[in-house]
């Protein structure tokens, strides 16, 4: 029986080398698929490639969904094209070699899923921040189930529903890039499955350490309504996350910037790709259990 393809695409602005060589080391340990790699040199030319992996070189930074397009695109005339292609942060880890190979397994037991998330922990294998765990319910990060948003850093998505929808929204830049990625394959007929019993490390970081986090998660939550939604639903859609910045303001402050960010949401929205969802896909995401307005 042949081994199933992967396309793994990885992102690299040079300034993590020891993390970037850790990730490929476990990323060219897995068995059981067969491997074509790409990295990304967002803004730069990659310092650490594996042999035989292919290098893109993007004269300036586009951004984290941009680069991943890039490297996905790269992919497509290197052969015969991947079943899958699988975006891996570039200081995120396999802590066993057969962890792609699982999460292949587990895309051919739900066909129906566009996308296989994995668990994410913390590099003790057991801490699961709250934001990593792809659902509403994230008391449990061990429960596995259908979901309707993905760790975008980690994921394993079917290559041609990926090509169908027309891959990540540049645009984005940074943030909110798989809420948008989601909805879209949720609107294509397909879903998600959250593949709790398999595990990926990656380093406890928190967003806020990007100076643009608040300004450009606030932009981008307009953006990925305005892209997505229905018009009756994109008021509510706002109102809550309105309200969800303003409470997390209180203790992590950046309300300042959250603001600036919505106004440039608003302003901007009318540039993006508007390709609303229909409301059997509202139904399908409320009855998955995340109505999208939340």
Known sequence: ?????????????????QEEAAAQDTLLAQTGVDLRICV??????????????????????????GGRNAGARALQPAGPPGAYVFFLDNDATFPAPDVLARLVAEAELHPEAA???????????????????????????GRPGTITTM???VVLVRRTAFDAVGGWADPLFLYHEGV???????SHGHTGWYAAGIRMHHPLTSPT??????????RNRVWVAYRNLPGALIPPYLAVWAAITSFR??????IRESVAGLRE??????????????WRTVVRLTTAGRPPVI
């Open 1 to 17: 029986m042949p081994r199933p393809h992967v396309d793994v695409v990885l992102l690299t602005m040079n300034d993590r080398p």
């Open 40 to 65: 990304v040199g967002n803004g730069c030319t990659p310092d650490v490639v594996p042999a035989g992996a292919r290098t893109v070189v993007l004269p300036e930074n586009l951004g984290i969904p």
């Open 115 to 141: 996308y296989v998330q994995p668990r994410l922990t913390g590099p003790d294998d057991l801490t699961t921040p709250r934001r990593w765990v792809p659902r509403l319910r994230t008391s449990d990060p």
């Open 151 to 153: 760790t975008e850093g």
């Open 180 to 186: 948008d990625l989601s909805w879209r394959l949720w």
């Open 209 to 218: 350490r990007h100076a643009l986090f608040h300004r450009l998660a606030a």
């Open 249 to 254: 303001a209180v203790r992590a402050g950046g």
């Open 265 to 278: 949401g608003w302003a901007g929205r009318r540039a993006q790709e508007r390709r609303p969802m229909g």
